[in-house]
């Protein structure tokens, strides 16, 4: 058999043995995230405020300053997150409300450095309070952060973090499904003093 045979029937059986011809490369993956179905409660008694969140959200103290009583995460155990809400009642050892929205606004400019952008948005509750929502895009800790104030004596804020390093767009499911919550928290929020 001659060396041009050879390569020809090399050839043949190369092509013979790629089939059935509807192989297509696979994409590069991220990880599966199964969404729950929606569900809300009410924030047990005992707090300053209360709202509904969801079921899927185990409420704990804040562990990072346990001498805030109201101070509790949202822990979203399913999907990694957890929503750090930090109340102070204003008046109250110089927290006025100047110095509170301000801290606020501050804590979201942090994130300027590795944020691609922050879109805020002022809104009104249907209790008539005052909120801003941050919403950051980028490789940032937070994406989604908000405070609600009744501007008088109550002052709530909000910032959504995960305990994973993966980027931000593979847990763009979770991030949406938790702004979602969000949402519908701050829509239900009702200070009581």
């Known amino acids: 058999m001659s060396n ?7 050839f043949l059986i190369v ?5 059935g ?9 991220y990880n599966r995230i199964d969404l729950p179905e929606r569900e809300f409660t009410n924030l047990e008694e005992g707090k300053p405020y209360t709202f509904q969140h969801s079921i899927h959200a185990r409420i704990e103290p804040d562990s990072f300053n346990l001498a805030e009583k109201n101070w509790i995460n949202l822990n979203y155990t399913s999907l990694g997150g957890k929503v750090h809400l930090t109340y102070l009642e204003l008046d109250t050892k110089g927290k006025d409300i100047k110095t509170v929205v301000n801290d606020a606004i501050n804590l979201t400019a942090k994130h300027q450095i590795k944020a ?9 509750t249907p209790k008539g309070y005052t ?12 994406q989604f952060q908000f405070f609600v104030t009744d501007s ?15 980027k931000n767009d593979s847990l763009a499911p979770a991030i949406e499904y938790i702004k979602i919550d969000m949402a519908h928290l701050i829509n239900t929020l009702e200070f009581r003093n």
């Open 131 to 142: 909120g801003v929502v941050a919403e950051l895009t980028g490789e940032v800790p937070t």
């Open 152 to 166: 008088t004596k109550n002052f709530l804020r909000g910032a959504l973090y995960f305990d994973t390093a993966l």
């Open 21 to 29: 011809g509807d192989y297509l490369p696979k994409p590069k993956g």
């Open 116 to 124: 691609y952008g922050i879109e805020e948005s002022i809104m009104m």
């Open 4 to 10: 041009k045979s050879l390569y020809i029937l090399l």
């Open 15 to 19: 092509l013979s043995s790629c089939g």
